[in-house]
């Protein structure tokens, strides 16, 4: 999960740049328009975030989902025991 969050901060940054680059670079008598480049690596990147995200949250459902299944477990146990301990209580009680 740490390598998924590590990526997630990484792809937020690259956004973070692209939006922080300007949209033109003149080398001498040449205007480059990086606009759409720029838009691209941005989209490009999003796309990376969606995907990691959507890992990122299934893996987290599955592990709650795992966590869930052994509180009931560990509760059904625990009901059953004291359940059966109430039951010793009362049976080896004398009544005078």
Not at 48 to 70: D, H, R, V
Not at 78 to 85: I, K, L, V
């Amino acid at each position: 999960m740490e390598r998924y969050d590590e990526r997630l901060i990484n792809y937020r940054a690259i956004m973070d740049k692209m939006d922080a680059n300007p949209n033109y670079h003149s080398i001498n008598c040449v205007q480059l328009v990086l606009g759409p480049l720029l838009v691209g690596i941005k989209t490009h990147a999003k796309e990376w975030l969606t995907i990691f995200g959507s890992l990122l949250e299934e893996m987290a459902k599955t592990k709650l989902n795992t966590m869930l299944a052994y509180i009931k477990v560990w509760l059904m146990i625990a009901s059953d025991r004291c359940t059966h301990d109430i039951i010793l209580i009362f049976h080896d009680r004398k009544y005078e």
